[in-house]
């Protein structure tokens, strides 16, 4: 079965600086998408970006970027000019393409604080 | 922009009471699923459900959970007789397709039961 994880609980950064969170998963399939969500205080579930696991090019939101490496199983979101309005809860998730399953599986997260 | 809409934003039951939380997924979509949150947890995959039936559900989701799309665009969720544990923010997300969209989700349901 599909895993994702988060090793990160808890990350801090200054504002105007760059943080990187961490996601590794672990699937048998080749073809896949991957994605970061985040989620603020109100709860709500916001997709930030995604990366299709057959593109090599790492996908870029303006300040928000990824750096897939396949081989590794690894995902990480690089936040760059951190503002005061990322500080959130942000989840990496994990989904077939194509597969018997198209739901989203979800990291256990990394709460992100913004140092003003 | 369209979006998913979940009603009630909050939901308060007593242990034992049924309680129904309902959702309006994006018009075009076509995959619908539940999700729940307790407090400071990760996001837990309960249901999918697709051309009217339900295509994959996880072991959170036993008996005392079903799912229903009475009409041509609500989707609902039914927890028979609540328990406390079930206490817990429910998100309701609908897809397109089995696309790179992902998928979207409503503000979901804050389900307290007391």
């Known amino acids: 079965a599909q895993t994702v994880t988060q090793s990160q609980p808890e990350m801090s950064v200054q504002e105007a600086e760059t943080v990187t969170l961490s996601c590794t998963y672990d699937t048998s399939e080749s073809d896949y998408y991957l994605f970061w969500y985040k989620q603020p205080p109100s709860r709500q579930m916001i997709l930030v970006i995604r990366q299709e696991a057959y593109k090599q090019q790492n996908a870029t939101e303006n300040r928000f970027s990824v750096n897939f490496q396949k081989a590794a199983k690894s995902f990480s979101l690089k936040i760059s000019d951190s503002q005061l309005g990322d500080a959130a809860m942000y989840f990496c998730a994990y989904r077939d393409y194509g597969g018997a399953t198209n739901k989203l599986i979800f990291g256990t997260g990394t709460l992100l604080a913004v140092q003003p | 922009e369209p979006e998913v809409t979940q009603t009630p934003s909050h939901q308060v039951t007593q242990m034992g009471q049924e309680v129904i939380l309902r959702c309006v997924p994006i018009?075009?979509?076509?995959?619908f699923y539940w999700y729940r949150q307790i407090l400071g947890q990760k996001v837990e995959f309960l249901v999918s459900f697709y051309n009217n039936e339900i295509s994959e559900k996880s072991e959170i989701f036993d008996d005392q959970f079903s799912v229903e799309r009475p009409d041509g665009s609500n989707f609902t969720l039914k927890i028979r007789s609540t328990k406390l544990e079930d206490s817990a923010m429910y998100f309701c997300?609908?897809?397109?397709?089995?696309?790179?969209?992902?998928?979207?989700f409503g503000s979901g349901t804050q389900l307290s039961v007391l």
């Open positions: 997300a609908s897809s397109e397709a089995r696309d790179k969209n992902g998928l979207f």
């Open positions: 018009s075009n979509h076509l995959y």
